[in-house]
């Protein structure tokens, strides 16, 4: 006999607490659900579409009637719930029916507030929560003029968007003197009602109603002062109030909201709660992104795993009305402790302003162009030290030393036959479509059906702008970041843990933190191999299983599935005899092409993966190793001349390369690693969009780090300026070891100095000698270990793993 | 009429691993989950043909080393969204060896 579980309310959060309970376990319950609306669930964000005519409602169906039937879930839509009787664990419906549980969810949502003043119970005074309101709203429109919207927040700008498109001439009345002022401060509020006054809404700003006119039907609203105006439908959207009336009545302890603990549960441990009905921590939630984070967790104790606590959300806010474009998050107002960066260009209708404090970022708020939004909010939530780029923070992401591939950066100026993804060729058009035909509301289901942004992740700011501008904000993230799906610890709390408590094995970390999937996935077992063996490099056994196939076979997978050799040539420089090797291996393996690489390298492509062994044999003999071209390791040593040749070097730019090299190679880092020693300040070897820079100058050598030339080209930061060459190499290795210790795998050292600081990874390699040399210390003893030629290796050990276990035929 | 072809060893894949057999239409991949089960999917991605013996297995599924596309091994059927398919093929194990069915 399987328990019974009743969710109370049809709605997005109550769904979606039930679709994540039947992805983990679809069999545990024998599930109702309560409505009191006579539809399935549909999407309550998108009503705004629907009044502007852009969507059906059949468009916003999230699970249709024949969704509950196909799920075995017993569908009581139209009845509203009058009463529960905890005694007996049964949940009764005014029309009489009856329903026993085990464990009941509440998910009541919210009210409207209707403004308590004299005539707000005339035929004509509606909120707007529901379909029952936009077909009032529609079916006005067809014969009445006159429309007032009293709140001029997010939800009555929707609305008297939505009813102006419909015909009506709409007034938007507010009580304070700014639009949307708790997601907007006054300059970028008076920027918006610009804009919707040109589109021809009017508004009464700083007003206060009185009462609204009328017999049984609505005719006019009076306000303070006197002032009245005709109106055929008043839409109160003075914000929501949790809707505990239920939960009241049954004895539950409520305060705004339904009061819940981190698992979700009420005071009465067989009822849970999600959603606008409830109160976590103080806070309630309105907007979808903390309530799927809550359906989450819920859903996870409801299938009795008892894993995941829900911490509480950070939010920001979009606006839907088409065209518009607008952003905020955090603390954008500030007070006397904290300092404002702001841009305002009027004829663009571009305003952006950052409240910073202590040199982090307390919040942001921008109007026009919002394409930053996200980072902002990133860095905001990260508490990134913004000190190093302070001076150009208000231009954005793209500014910051760096220039993306020339893409958009306005969604709502871009046709639907648009490329946004340069990688995977998706259109604005494809994702719009995506968007609304599959229900889809955040960034990660939106890359997982339409791949876009999800190869180099450039375009996410953009593709963020077109979910927010089709359905609304929904990619607010958790306050912070698991790993993977397998896991609710993040990559710091991991390598903390495996450095504390001696994890040396992929197994050891995955029991000890309780992953959720036995073999964990692809994204995270090479993450995890990484950190076990970067904190105990002699204790803990690689597992070539988790690495991906180019550290695994050494090898770079093509396309068409061969593979690309590369061979070590020491700071790019070769010899005869080398070369004679690679033009007899070129062609006694057929090669399909042969390649000068970016980091002066030869690539020989179009090789078999079973004749990997014998090329690799064949360079062996040669005296060259392997050169890494495939791994999260070093990569290449890259050098100009220098004074041993070049009329303006400075210094031996070729010998120290080769000297770097010649220790680093083989370590293993959180991502690939390029090293670039530069003979002048000419920087013919281009040090300066390198992991690791050095310049040579005639006093000695300037060390620049956290460069990169790939999606966003960023230049280095100066770490230092030092003498010598031991010097040089010594900072060289304790930077290196300082990223491999705690950097997140797959972060660049661009992203990852970004987000920890500069000036953190200069007093950590720089300012403190003991601690630099100790650092130094740590990455050679690694390099004891990690410093090997693996074609040797694979050859001698793992020969079988390149050739068919069988051939037929 | 089954067609049992014998293939080699169980311990001859690695755990979480896979090998190819080749035939002259093409090569077949032969999974090995943690649990020492053995499944066979023909070796190309119903994405842009990436080898799959050469991806990461992890459960009872597969991902392509091309562009990350998952596979489930039982069914050769992409992990939704995704949309897609690779031929699987039967095996069994005897006293620990592969035995394939074309």
């Known amino acids: 006999m399987k328990e019974k579980l009743v969710l109370i309310g049809n709605g997005m959060a109550g769904m979606r607490a039930l679709e994540e309970l039947l992805k983990i376990t679809p069999d545990m319950y024998d599930i109702t659900v309560f409505g ?74 919210s009210n409207p507030f209707i403004i308590p003043v004299p005539g707000h119970n005339l035929t004509g005074v509606i ?114 109030r949790p809707n505990i009336e239920l939960a009241k009545k049954i004895g539950l302890h409520c305060e705004r909201g339904v009061v819940v603990n981190d698992t979700m549960q009420t005071y ?42 829900y911490q509480g959300s950070v939010t920001s806010t979009k606006l839907k009305v088409t065209g518009i474009d607008l952003f905020s998050a955090g603390d954008f107002i500030g007070d006397e402790s904290t300092e404002e960066i702001v841009m305002k260009d009027a004829s663009r209708g571009v305003y952006k302003k950052i409240v910073i404090k202590d040199n982090r970022i307390k919040g942001a708020v921008m109007y026009g162009d919002t394409v930053d939004g996200s980072w902002y909010f990133q860095l905001l939530r990260d508490g990134t030290d913004v000190s190093e780029f302070r001076d150009s923070l208000i231009f954005g992401q793209a500014q910051i030393g760096e220039a993306g591939h020339g893409g958009q950066n306005a969604a709502s100026a871009m046709s639907a036959e648009m490329e946004v993804c340069g990688c995977n060729g998706v259109c604005k058009g494809d994702i719009v479509k995506a968007i609304t035909t599959k229900g889809l509301f955040t960034l990660e ?98 597992d070539p299983q988790s690495r991906f196939i180019n550290e695994r076979a050494h090898a770079n997978i093509q396309k068409d599935g061969t593979y690309s050799v590369v061979p070590r040539m020491w700071g790019g420089v070769t010899n005869s005899t080398e070369l004679r090797a690679l033009a007899d291996a070129a062609d006694k393996y057929d090669a399909k092409m042969v390649k000068v690489t970016g980091g002066q390298r030869i690539d020989l492509f179009g090789i078999k993966k079973e004749d990997l062994p014998s090329i690799w044999g064949d360079l062996n003999a040669a005296g060259m190793v392997s050169g890494h071209a495939y791994g999260k390791s070093l990569r290449t040593v890259k050098t100009c001349v220098g004074s041993e040749w070049c009329r303006f070097g400075t210094q031996d730019s070729t010998g120290l390369g080769v000297k770097i090299e010649k220790m680093t190679w083989g370590t293993q880092t959180p991502h690939k690693f390029k090293i670039a020693v530069s003979g002048c300040p000419r920087n013919c070897a281009e040090a300066t969009i390198k992991d690791f820079g050095v310049v040579c100058v005639d006093s000695g050598y300037e060390l620049h780090v956290g460069g990169n030339g790939g999606i966003h080209v960023r ?15 010594e900072y060289c290795g304790a930077f290196m070891q300082v990223y491999r210790e705690e950097a997140h795998y797959l972060d660049r050292t661009a992203p990852w100095i970004e987000r920890v600081g500069l ?18 210390k740590r990455f050679l003893e690694s390099q004891e270990v990690f410093r090997f030629d693996p074609w040797a290796r694979q050859i001698a050990e793992h020969r079988d793993n390149y050739i068919p276990i069988k051939k037929i035929g | 009429m089954s067609n049992w072809i014998e293939v080699g060893k169980v311990t001859d894949i690695p755990k979480l691993g896979a090998r190819v057999v080749e035939t002259s239409r093409g090569d077949i991949g032969i999974f090995r989950t943690a649990d020492d089960e053995i499944f066979a999917l023909r070796d190309k991605c119903p994405h842009k043909n990436g080898p799959l013996s050469q991806g990461i297995v ?24 995704d949309v897609g398919c690779a031929a699987r093929y039967e095996t069994k194990i005897e006293n620990g060896i592969i035995f394939l069915t074309l």
């Not at chain 1, 919207?149 to 015909?167: R, S, T």
């Not at chain 1, 907007?184 to 809404?201: C, F, I, N, W």
């Open chain 1, 715 to 729: 230049a280095t930061d100066l770490l230092a300026r030092v003498k010598t060459e031991e010097e040089a190499m």
């Open chain 1, 445 to 542: 289901e939106v890359r997982a059906h339409t791949k876009a942004s999800a190869s180099c992740g450039s375009c996410t700011g953009l593709v963020e702008q077109i979910l927010s501008s089709t359905v609304g904000d929904y990619s607010a993230t958790p306050k912070k970041k698991p790993m993977c799906g397998c896991t609710d610890h993040t990559h710091d709390e991991v390598r903390v843990a495996i450095t504390q408590n001696k994890l040396t094995s992929i197994t050891a970390v995955r029991d000890f933190m309780e992953w959720r999937n036995a073999d964990g996935c692809a994204s995270c077992r090479p993450a995890l191999n990484f950190y076990v063996l970067a904190a105990w490099p002699r204790e803990a056994q690689d």
């Open chain 1, 36 to 109: 009191a609306e006579p539809y399935g669930n549909y999407n309550r964000i998108l009503l705004s579409p629907v009044l502007a005519g852009e969507k059906s409602i059949d468009d916003i169906m999230l699970n249709t009637v024949e969704w509950y039937k196909e799920n075995n879930i017993t569908l009581h839509a139209g009845k509203k719930v009058a009463n529960v009787d905890r005694k007996k664990r049964v949940v009764i419906a005014e029309d009489g029916t009856e329903e026993p549980y085990d464990r009941l969810l509440l998910a009541t949502g």
């Open chain 2, 58 to 81: 992890h459960g009872k599924r597969v991902t392509c080393p091309l562009h990350s596309w998952k596979i489930e091994l039982e069914s050769g059927e992409a992990v939704a969204p």
């Open chain 1, 127 to 240: 909120g707007f929560r529901d379909i029952k309101d936009v077909d009032t709203m529609l079916e006005t429109s067809k014969s009445r003029k006159h429309a007032v919207v009293i709140g001029g927040g997010l939800l009555g700008l929707e609305a008297a968007n939505g009813l102006q498109i419909q015909g009506m001439d709409v007034t938007v009345v507010h009580l304070c003197d700014t639009l949307m002022e708790r997601q907007m401060d006054g300059v970028s509020g008076k920027m918006l009602q610009k804009a919707l006054e040109e589109r021809g809404l009017q508004f009464l700003m700083a007003t206060q109603t009185e009462a609204i006119l009328g017999d049984d039907h609505v005719k006019g609203v009076r306000f303070k002062g006197g002032l009245e105006i005709s109106a055929d439908i008043v839409v109160m959207a003075a914000g929501i």
């Open chain 1, 268 to 309: 009465d441990p067989k009822i849970y709660a999600v959603g606008e009905c409830v109160q976590h921590r103080g806070d309630t939630y309105g907007l979808v992104a903390p309530l799927f984070e809550q359906a989450k967790v819920c859903a996870n104790h409801l299938a009795k795993l008892g894993i995941g606590a």
């Open chain 1, 759 to 776: 000036s953190y990874v200069k007093q950590r390699v720089v300012e403190d000698e003991a601690g630099r040399k100790a650092l130094y």
